[in-house]
């Protein structure tokens, strides 16, 4: 089994710490659950804590007894290995607190198990996921004594007349993390500092020379009318955070780096579009998903630029030329394919060609069982890496941190519910639900599965359109949590996380999602960056319009030859200037809606214009398009919009106007 790379670095500091004994051979299951502790607020030790040239034993010990908890992760694997044995011994004779989490059904050793007969022991083989998930932070926050927000919603947060908690204290500290963020605080301090020094020097040398007094009064007035100035071009500075985001999440697909060192250790590749015919729905399927896939393995692969795939498009039309679109979008290679099924039989035939000169370094064809597919994707990929000179064994560890699923009809209802995710109307959403959750059904632990479930339910409940729409809320949040846990290193499976927390809400946790991922990774999103575009949203929805902007500017120029990335690049700009209370704006951006969600945007913008008239006409028309639809839905919903409540009763009242003239 390939090693994978530690996913965060082991916890260095004075506060209580969790010290994690498993398997290495567990790592591909271990891993995602460091990162969710991490991400709940705990702080993880684990063994990248052994620093390159330090004695392993005398490193362990000395963690060991510093833990305030030990976590042990039983396996088989964990059972057999001497070291995690060892590791547990050493805890109980230093009376470090343990607990054992099974991942499966293992028969412990007679010495082992007498040993943890008085421990707490999780089978989390034999318990829900939620269940699971609240047990095991319980017990660590009260080893800790740290409590902890649980990472599920909390069920007041349902009820639309608190769905958020304190948004104007939120408000506030989002306002407070922007100055310390454009360091704001730490210039006017450092001004502060360098005046008062001045005043002293300037006093001193006025009594030796004696000088006037006025000149001790001029030097303080230029300090006081020169600390509003240093505050007003501090804050126009870009926070380095969103300066590093901006130059490396998404690079600018227009603009080539022809660096000598970029060139030779960052090659970049297009991955077109796999062709198929147009007359198969699941050929065509099944092509799309194999360029979605290979696109976010390769992204993932270190040392290897990958142009987004939304840059490219969707599809090549038999007049397109390949490897022009990839030299206009930047790329140095062209990946391009087609694909074949008949039955059960797939074949797949790709090649890689220099952009430049049409020089083809590398091609392949498979004629393998439809099941065969993501091994398939694995060997293009591999062919893709080993011929830029890369090592084979990246694609490995890359694989290894995004497990595929168990079954290839999951992964096909999958992609057939993706495919029409943005179609937003009830009958397409139901399908797509039911879609999502047969494939959850097939196999439990596909990230992308629980995903698109999320976001599927929580669209159903924003247009109102769900049975039960506090149950599917709730659903959606268990959901979109669990996908972040499976696929903590997929881009694809977070950003279901962040649509599904903006969508009902939380855009708070949208944002800490997505930057929790960034610092693992600044790139994470290069690969998809609909992530970047819907967290924009979130930041414009949580009180921090300038880093939403800049997102979505981000966004927006990855779609320089796709009109459908470019029309929702309007929309989600749309939701961003409505959370700003641009409403002129807003709503001209959501001009032929794609949804009625996007629809009633549109409607409370142009009330609130004062565009009565034109608000009223846009509302017929969606009532044309569904005759059920729920104004007092809605009137609700927009309540939730904003952390800031007052931006919320904005937005809501408007709808309660337009009920007073209909």
């Known amino acids: 089994m390939a090693e994978m790379d530690h996913p965060f670095s082991a916890y260095k500091g004075d506060k209580p710490y969790v010290f994690v004994s498993y398997a290495h051979r567990d790592s591909s299951a271990v891993f995602p659950e460091l990162v969710w502790l991490k991400d709940s607020g705990f702080n993880i030790w684990y063994d990248e804590g052994i620093e390159a040239g330090t004695e392993w034993t005398a490193s362990l010990a000395r963690a060991i007894k510093g833990a305030k908890l030990f976590l042990y992760f039983v ?57 699971y998930s609240e047990k095991l932070k319980s017990r660590i926050s009260a080893y800790l004594d740290q409590p902890v927000e649980s990472t599920a919603i909390r069920e007041e947060s349902f009820t639309p007349s608190n769905a958020t908690n304190e948004p104007a204290m939120l408000h506030k500290e989002g306002f407070l993390r922007q100055l310390w963020r454009r360091r704001v605080i730490q210039y006017s301090a450092m001004y502060l500092s360098a005046a008062w020094i001045l005043l002293q020097v300037a006093a001193l040398i006025g009594d030796a020379l004696s000088l006037p007094d006025w000149v001790d009064q001029v030097i303080l007035a230029v300090s006081v009318i020169g600390l509003p100035l240093v505050l007003f ?50 050929e065509m399927l099944t092509a799309e998903g194999l360029t979605d896939d290979i696109t976010t393995l390769l992204a993932s692969v270190k040392g290897i630029k990958i142009v987004p795939r939304q840059a490219v498009g969707r599809k090549l039309t038999a007049d397109d030329d390949a490897l022009q679109i990839a030299r ?58 080993g011929t830029l000179g890369g090592i084979i064994n990246r694609v490995e560890a890359a694989r290894a941190l995004r497990k595929p699923p168990d079954n290839l009809q999951a992964w096909e209802l999958v992609r057939r519910a993706m495919s029409v995710t943005w179609d937003w109307r009830p009958e397409t959403l139901n399908q797509c639900l039911l879609d999502a959750r047969r494939a959850m059904e097939l196999d439990p632990n596909y990230d992308i599965a629980h995903s698109v479930t999320a976001w599927s339910l929580a669209w159903r409940s924003a247009h109102g359109w769900s049975p ?75 009180g921090r319009p300038e880093e939403g902007f800049e997102h979505l500017k981000i966004y927006e120029d990855n779609f ?86 007052s931006v919320g009763e904005e937005l809501s009242n408007a709808l309660v106007r337009l009920q007073e003239v209909l």
């Open 233 to 282: 071009f501090t804050w126009l500075r870009k926070s380095p955070a969103i300066q590093d985001s901006a130059s490396t999440v998404a690079p600018d697909p227009g603009v080539k780096d022809t660096s000598p060192d970029s060139l030779s250790s960052l090659p970049s590749v297009v991955v077109l579009p796999f062709r198929a015919r147009e007359s198969d729905e699941l």
């Open 560 to 645: 320089p030859d796709d009109q459908e990335g470019a029309a929702w690049a309007r929309v989600l700009k749309g939701h961003a200037e409505l959370a700003c209370r641009n409403y002129a704006e807003a709503a001209k951006l959501h001009a032929n809606p794609p949804s009625e969600y996007n629809g009633m945007c549109r409607v409370v913008a142009l009330m609130n214009s004062n565009e009565v008239d034109e608000a009223k006409a846009e509302f017929d028309r969606l009532r044309r398009a569904n005759p059920g639809i729920k104004l007092d839905h809605y009137v609700e919903h927009f309540k939730t919009y904003h952390v800031d409540k």
């Open 75 to 131: 396996s088989p694997n964990s059972v057999r290995s001497l070291n995690c044995r060892n590791e547990v011994s050493f805890a109980l004779e230093h009376n470090v607190q343990v607990i054992a989490v099974h991942l499966e059904r293992t028969e412990l050793p007679d010495g082992l198990s007498l040993s943890l007969s008085t421990r707490q022991a999780i089978l989390k083989h034999e318990t829900s996921q939620h269940e």
């Open 328 to 385: 206009r979008l930047g790329g140095r290679y062209g990946l391009t394919g087609s694909i074949r099924r008949h039955g059960d039989k797939l074949r797949v035939s790709t090649e890689l060609a220099d952009v430049n000169n049409n020089e083809q370094m590398w091609s392949r064809k498979f004629d393998r069982q439809t099941d065969d597919i993501f091994a398939i994707q694995d060997e293009i990929a591999k062919g893709v890496v």
């Open 468 to 542: 039960d729409i506090e149950a599917e809320r709730y659903e959606a949040l268990l959901e979109a949590d669990e996908g972040i846990r499976l696929g903590f290193d997929n881009a694809e499976a977070l950003y279901g996380g962040i649509i599904t927390n903006w969508a009902l809400g939380q855009p708070e946790r949208a944002i800490q999602i997505y930057e929790s991922a960034i610092a693992r990774r600044p790139d994470f999103f290069t690969a998809y960056p609909f992530a970047i575009g819907s967290v924009g949203v979130a930041y414009a929805k949580a």
